[in-house]
């Protein structure tokens, strides 16, 4: 099914600790963006990436790391876990850089770290 | 920089009356407007956009927005709410040359039977 795919659905994960989410889409879109959702701020964003090869900071980039290596993947990567790094993630993808089309959002990540 | 207001954190209407929910902005130039719905435990689903030409804007689900460039708003309506229209609704922007997509906050819409 075409789409954007997030993996995993949940994550526990202990302070300090490091992991991977994974996100992947199937429609050649160029553009791929993390979100992450807490409670009364809606969505922000924290990295995105205009093609292969090319990534950049969004509003909140701190303790995490992006690479784009091929037009389908985009993985997070938390260097060292924190409890404020507890929230809801969101991979969105776009199929040109400017947006004009819209954004296809995965079914997200829920991860917690205690 | 850019950003998004949605003034009100609940909307709460009968089912069958008509529905807004408000979204105002702030842009140093031209903006793409969207917005989403969030049903619980899910993804976020497109309802519709504005990008260019007329100012009414119609969307899935008989969703509607309208573009207000002089007031900077782009609220969302429908007619006539259903209660599967409960749910929680984000309104977002983002410059024509700029790659960034912001969000409001978010507005939860309760339709009552």
């Known amino acids: 099914n075409a789409g954007v795919t997030q993996t995993p659905k949940f994550q526990v994960l202990k302070t300090g600790q490091s992991m991977t989410l994974q996100c992947a889409q199937d429609?050649?879109?160029?553009?791929m963006s993390w979100y992450r959702q807490d409670p009364g701020m809606g969505l922000r964003l924290i990295h995105y990436s205009v093609g292969a090869g090319i990534t950049d900071q969004g509003e909140v980039p701190n303790g995490y790391n992006v690479s784009r290596s091929t037009t389908e993947d985009f993985p997070l990567r938390l260097l060292s876990a924190a409890p404020s790094q507890t929230s809801v993630y969101f991979c969105a993808s776009s199929l040109t850089r400017t947006g004009a089309y819209g954004y296809t959002f995965g079914s997200g990540t829920r991860l917690t770290v205690v | 920089a850019q950003s998004v207001a949605q003034p009100e954190d609940q909307v709460n209407v009968a089912e069958g009356n008509p529905l807004t929910v408000k979204c105002t902005y702030s842009?140093?130039?031209?903006?793409?407007l969207f917005w989403y719905v969030q049903y619980p435990n899910r993804g976020l689903q497109f309802l519709l956009k504005y990008i260019t030409g007329d100012n009414l804007v119609k969307g899935s689900y008989g969703f509607e927005a309208e573009f207000n460039k002089s007031q900077t708003s782009f609220h969302l309506k429908k007619p006539s709410a259903l209660v599967s229209d409960s749910a929680l609704y984000f309104c977002a922007v983002r410059l024509i040359n700029d790659y960034k997509l912001s969000f409001g906050a978010g507005t939860t819409v309760t339709v009552r039977a």
């Open positions: 842009v140093s130039g031209n903006p793409y």
């Open positions: 429609m050649n879109h160029e553009y």
